[in-house]
Nanobody
Framework: QVQLVESGGGLVQPGGSLRLSCGASISIFSINLMGWYRQAPGKQRELVATITSGGSTGYADSVKGRFTISKDNAKNTVYLQMNSLKPEDTAVYYC??????????????WGQGTQVTVSS
């Protein structure tokens, strides 16, 4: 079982920045893929950014050039630096972890979410 705890959400003006953190209860060396998703009211949850155990990253087109995902293996923490925020970035942001089991299946874990509101 992996527990994920997000922090860093809040209210920010358009054009501002926030950094989200996701702390894992186990070494993130053992997690194959970590990512951030978001869900706005009335919309489906969507992928924002991912980072592999090897450090390769991927981003949704809507956040490319504005958001950066990174990790600190020593702290078992993944970050999402969000710059040039727009009102349409308003959503609950969730941390996600996918870990391959010894049977070859993929276990998936979610954090509780943190609210990001971009508004003047």
């Amino acid at each position: 079982q992996v527990q994920l705890v997000e922090s860093g959400g809040g209210l920010v003006q358009p054009g501002g920045s926030l950094r989200l953190s996701c702390g894992a209860s186990i070494s993130i060396f053992s997690i194959n893929l970590m990512g951030w998703y978001r869900q706005a009211p009335g919309k489906q949850r969507e992928l924002v950014a991912t980072i592999t155990s090897g450090g390769s990253t991927g981003y949704a087109d809507s956040v490319k050039g504005r958001f950066t995902i990174s990790k600190d293996n020593a702290k078992n923490t993944v970050y999402l630096q969000m710059n040039s925020l727009k009102p349409e970035d308003t959503a609950v942001y969730y941390c996600n972890a996918k870990r391959k089991t010894v049977l070859g299946t993929l276990d998936e874990y979610w954090g509780q979410g943190t609210q990001v509101t971009v508004s003047s």
